[in-house]
């Protein structure tokens, strides 16, 4: 197991190094080692056992690091950042050649994006480079929100864990690329009614399934052990049965026992939803049911970014 602790300059001190250290954001927490250093971003790929096709965020301090990564800023990139950052916004941009291409995995642009967690950005402010970081998670599994889910599953291929709580917003970054228009690959923390003011009309394409090398991710993802059913309220109440457990949005379901039932929000909040979302996929993952079922959320705002990640966690099942 990792030692979780609050100790910056140990944290800085080991980044240094080239060792792996786990991060607390406002979205899920990170798996970080110095972006500019190939073999200590190696060692991310090795720990989380991710295919290298599969791109890293790069975390910056500020928009004037950013630009020591990026070749360009496009006029709504910038008007984003701005506005944005610190925040759950990964903006993709034409990299530079110090970016090394493990981190991009080849691709000519680079994930960057300023988190909103005091202490990482004391951290980042007290490195010398920016930071690589993956949601602490293995390949394919649901996201960590706090230092003991990075622990249960990594803590034994990470040097330390930085305990920055529970995490805020609980779900990941939205990610926005401008090529050939402002384009949304993965909905995230931050919603399209709140970019769109500011970036003008958003397209978004999320996943692929064939072609893993475009922007965004893949299908199957954030995906607990056990099979979820997901769907609405009536639809689920077709699939209750004492053995199942239940994620759902305000109200517990009838015919599944109420100790195997999580709400997500009893006042139905979708940011206080989010915000649990991934604790309880854990949760429940570990319960003694055979079987999860899930409710769909209100499609707007940041519920389409809990219904996303419910749909990719439900298809990858037996
Ligand atoms: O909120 C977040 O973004 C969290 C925290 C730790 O910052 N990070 C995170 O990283 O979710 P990760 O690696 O789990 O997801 C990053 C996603 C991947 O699906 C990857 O395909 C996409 O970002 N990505 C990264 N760089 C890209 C690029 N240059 N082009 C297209 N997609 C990219
Ligand atoms: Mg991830």
Known sequence: MAEIGKDIARARQLLMEGHLVAIPTETVYGLAANALNEKAVLEIFKAKNRPHFDPLIVHVASIEQATTLATSFPQEAKALAKKFWPGPLTLLLPKKEIVPDLVTSGLNTVGIRCPDHTTTLQLLQSLPFPLAAPSANPFGYVSPTTPQHVNEQLGDKVAYIVDGGECSVGIESTIVGFEPAPTVYRLGGLALEILEPVSGPLHVQLHSTSNPHAPGQLLSHYAPHKKIV????????????????????????????????IILSASGNLEEAAQHLFAALRA?????????????VPDTGIGRAINDRLRRAATLQN
């Not at 049965?241 to 949005?249: E, L, S, T």
């Not at 109200?251 to 109420?258: D, E, K, R, S």
């Not at 049911?289 to 769909?296: G, M, N, S």
């Open 230 to 261: 997901l769907g609405t309220r009536t639809q689920l109440l077709e699939h209750t049965h004492a053995n199942a457990g239940a994620i759902v949005f305000e109200h517990i379901l009838t015919g599944i026992p109420a100790t195997h039932q």
């Open 284 to 296: 429940l993952d570990k319960a003694p049911v055979d079987y999860i079922l899930a409710e769909v």
